[in-house]
């Protein structure tokens, strides 16, 4: 096994031990897991996830073997973000304190963006205010291109995670989906979409959904820089997907007269990411172009926010600006159909 993939395999295990910590291994963070191993480019033939969990590798062990600054940077920081979503326990603050210390990481603007960034999932505060459509036909196709535009955006972000604050970029992206789902209750006459979080918490069972989906993306980020085609392909994806779930499934239960139950909107939102996952498939070339268009403009935006000259509200406004609007061409097309 070369060093690289000894390196990645390090890696995974210390989220392994990050997720065990507590004494319980939750449906999310194994979900979390397998989505980071299903990107392994070549795993020890007689090594499996089950048996990495059964018998992972101590932490100093771990440790030793990854090396390379960006590597642990960004374990770092997918190891805080399990932590920290769950409610952090001594067992993984330990964890935590143990690799701050081994990689030479100052954690407080970690601490203080995640907390800021938290904040802002439920901030309405910055949210356009839209008119009502009253023709049914231009509001659907209105609706539909809104969802996709802001799939597209959402997706080009998850192609360029801020280096050293994945969690920071996804919990952009989860606000930027709030307020697509806002607008879409606007276009409804819902003044800010007011049921947005109500919607998913009806699909979810509550906010913990954005906590799983959370780790879900913290776990595969690490995984990604040994093979970042694979790793930002499948992120930009993962994204897309579900902001097109979302955008369908809170239209629909607009469209009923917000009367769909838990049950029905959970089923609106499956058939959706099947329809979400083959749409990116089939223009996963045309979004990634249009990711190269942007691309130096948001690494501009995180260099920013990283280095304290932005606050989190404007980098979620120019945010906005950017990628809110990327539906033109080959994928705009897609709106109306």
């Keep these: 096994m070369s060093d690289r993939d000894r390196e990645a395999l390090a890696s995974l295990n210390v989220l392994v031990l990050t997720a065990q910590a507590d004494g319980v291994l939750t449906d999310e963070e194994r979900n979390a897991l397998e989505a980071a191993w299903a990107q392994l480019e070549s795993p020890p033939e007689d090594l499996t996830l089950d048996r990495l969990l059964s018998q992972p590798e101590n932490l100093d062990s771990s440790i030793a073997q990854i090396t390379r600054p960006e ?47 938290l904040e802002a999932l439920s901030d309405e505060s910055g949210d356009e205010i839209l008119e009502a459509t009253g023709d049914p036909t231009i509001r659907e196709q209105n609706v539909r291109s809104l969802v996709l535009d802001y799939s597209i955006g959402i997706a080009i972000l998850g192609f360029n995670p801020i280096p ?22 606007a ?79 959970k089923q609106v939102f499956r058939n959706a990411k099947q329809e979400g996952k083959s749409l990116y498939e089939a223009n996963s070339e045309a979004i990634a172009a249009k990711r190269d268009s942007v691309r130096p403009q948001l690494d501009a935006l995180s260099r920013q926010l990283k280095e304290g000259k932005i606050t989190q509200q404007e980098y979620r406004e120019r945010l906005r600006e950017l990628v809110g609007r990327q539906s033109s061409g080959k994928v705009g097309d897609l709106a109306g159909k």
């Design 71 to 117: 590597i642990q940077t960004t374990l770092y920081d997918a190891a805080f973000t399990m932590a920290k979503l769950g409610g952090t326990t001594p067992q993984e603050q330990e964890i935590l304190d143990r690799l701050r210390v081994a990689f030479e990481i100052d954690s407080q603007q970690d601490e203080e963006l995640f907390e800021t960034a």
């Design 164 to 185: 050293g604050l994945n969690a920071i970029t996804a919990l952009a992206a989860y606000v930027l989906e709030l307020k697509m789902m806002r607008a879409i209750g």
């Design 187 to 265: 276009k409804w006459g819902y003044p800010k979409g007011q049921d947005a979080l109500a919607v998913v918490g009806n699909i979810f069972g509550g906010l913990g959904a954005f906590a799983a989906a959370l780790t879900t993306w913290a776990a595969v980020s690490v995984v990604g820089i040994f093979v970042p085609v694979l790793g930002s392909a499948a992120s930009a994806s993962f994204w897309f997907t579900l902001t097109w779930a979302l955008g369908q499934a809170t239209n629909r239960y607009y469209a009923s007269g917000r009367q769909m139950s838990s049950e029905e909107l």
